[in-house]
């Protein structure tokens, strides 16, 4: 009796076991995640030992390298993750990429400490810091105009030279050197994305933190923000998920969302905002709520706060059919407010630019710039910058610009150049098959024609917004247009292009796991890879 009742013990651990591993419930992957993390983190000290007994000690003259760690923690972390998650990935593969989006973005911002890689870190560190007051002054130390007014760039992969720059922060932020008025309220739309940023900053503020870790804590709900919003942006999804993510996974996209900046507002809620109307458009059974109405009009002018030269693509709500309406009336009110959406947002730039005027210009772009003088030609010439405008236009469709949408890191520079090539033909291989039946009325000829004209029409404002702004008077080549701006008009771009005729695999659980898992394993490979030679693995 007592051999057969350990016979069943051994069997209900060996099952209970089984169902642990087997990943079925909330519970079991929560708690396999945790234990796998600890199980990572091991390795990961481990791994580092064995790198020190290969290059010796670190420039601070240790054994260990807590950079080195993290990223071979994160690795082990991913790696778990595509285990815990194995059952989801076929049909909530939204489940794995929040987790390949948020372990790398927070441990992208977190490893950046005090170097600031991307463009005008110090400008957005200003805007977080004059709503942190509600208007009144501001005080400023000595750390904080150090951080606003960099103007050349110096980053420290010296891990010693890193410390000690962190350390003269934190000593000069006992130094208060002058004030500033808060900003306005007139303000606040445009100045959207940095206030996640104050609220965390004023937080941190009120505990006995050093100047360093509260810059980057401050920082890491920029990582928070993107991936949880990308993530719900994917869930609303029918098909596409798979292209969806490698837009949303870009390297340069996840970079900016691990940066002071205001790329990752808009590059995450447009994707989220668009996700939405594909949704409305991949059911056209299912009559459209108030609440959705809401969701998705809130959703575009929320992200276009701070750049309002996308207001066109809130036009892409006009994609709805009459036939998601429970009435004639509530149509014309809808297509009333998408309307009135748009114009709201143009109206954030266009009554500051009327009544202010253009000013002077940025400086960045050379000393030829006049903003207004630059107004005047174009409206006192509109052929001839018609001419300049289309000569310039063909520059921005060539795949080297792709290099620069895809993974440049700013500062930083670029990894090698497989891992860029591997994500181009990535977002086109995923943009042709990854459809289902449901597509058919979504990959329509009047949708592909709507959205790409659309998207030219922005493509436009934003050369033209730049060329006001930092080009010389009269220049032949317009300069400042940046590729990463054209991230928010991706996913709305190629989503519609393909047909569902071209969809792959077709009616297939394991290819289609097969297809869902290498899409994010390769998006993952490239992450870690190019963050590794651009940056991590340079810190010593």
């Known amino acids: 009796m007592q051999g057969t009742q350990m016979i069943r013990e051994k069997t209900h651990k060996n099952t209970a076991f089984h169902n642990l591993l087997s990943c079925t419930t909330k519970q079991d992957k929560a708690f396999l995640l945790v234990l796998f993390s600890l199980v990572s983190f091991i390795l990961a000290v481990v791994i580092e030992y064995f790198c020190y007994l290969s290059v010796g000690p670190t420039s601070l003259g240790t054994w260990y390298n807590p950079y080195w760690i993290g990223f071979f923690f994160v690795c082990g972390f991913l790696i778990s993750a595509f285990f815990v998650f194995r059952h989801d990935i076929k049909t909530k593969p939204e489940n794995l990429f929040l987790a390949i989006v948020l372990s790398f973005s927070l441990f992208s911002s977190i490893s950046f400490n005090m170097n600031a890689p991307s463009w005008d870190s110090g400008s957005h560190y200003r805007f977080v810091v004059e709503w942190s007051k509600f208007g009144s002054p501001v005080a400023l130390s000595v750390a904080d105009i150090r951080i606003m007014e960099l103007s050349s760039v110096d980053l420290y992969f010296n891990l010693s030279e890193l410390k000690d720059y962190s350390n003269g922060l934190n000593y000069d932020s006992t130094i208060l050197e002058e004030s500033f008025a808060g900003k306005s309220i007139f303000f606040a739309y445009g100045s959207i994305g940095s206030h996640p940023a104050t609220l965390v900053y004023c937080l941190v503020s009120l505990l006995p933190l050093s100047f360093t870790t509260r810059y980057i804590i401050s920082r890491l709900i920029y990582a928070v923000i993107y991936s949880l919003v990308t993530f719900f942006g994917m869930k609303q999804l029918k098909s596409g998920k798979m292209l969806y993510a490698v837009i949303a996974l870009l390297p340069a996209a996840v970079f900016f969302a691990s940066n002071y900046g205001y790329d990752y507002w808009v590059n995450a809620f447009t994707l989220f905002a668009v996700a939405c109307v594909v949704r409305e458009l991949q059911t056209p059974d299912v009559r459209i709520s108030r609440g959705r109405i809401l969701l998705i009009l809130g959703s575009f002018i929320v992200a276009f706060g701070p750049k309002a030269v996308y207001f066109p693509l809130v036009l892409l709500c006009l994609l709805i059919p009459r036939d998601k309406f429970s009435s004639l009336r509530a149509s014309k009110l ?53 001419r300049i405008l289309l000569n310039n236009l063909p520059r ?87 590729p990463r701006y054209f991230i928010p008009m991706l996913f709305c771009s190629l989503v519609f292009l393909s047909s569902h005729h071209l969809a792959w695999p077709k009616k297939n659980d394991q290819k289609r796991t097969l297809y869902n898992a290498a899409v994010l394993g390769l998006m993952s490979f490239v992450l870690m890879a190019g963050l590794w030679q651009v940056y991590v693995g340079l810190l010593y």
């Open 396 to 482: 921005y469709f060539s795949i080297f610009v792709a290099k620069d949408f895809i993974g440049f890191y700013a500062y930083l520079g670029y990894p090698s150049w497989p891992l860029w090539v591997i994500v181009f033909f990535l977002m086109l291989f995923t943009a042709v098959t990854d459809k289902t039946e449901i597509d058919n009325v979504v990959c329509t000829w009047k949708s592909r024609i709507y959205t790409l004209a659309l998207n030219m029409v922005v493509l436009i404002l934003i050369l033209t917004a730049l060329y006001v702004a930092f080009t010389g008077v009269r220049s032949e080549v317009m300069s400042g247009c940046h």
């Open 334 to 386: 809808f297509r009333g407010g998408v309307i009135f959406a748009c114009l709201f947002v143009a109206a954030s730039f266009l009554v500051p630019f009327l009544y202010f005027g253009p000013g002077v210009g940025d400086v960045r772009g050379g000393s030829d710039v006049n903003a207004a003088e630059q107004v005047q030609f174009i409206l006192s010439s509109p052929f001839e910058y018609a």
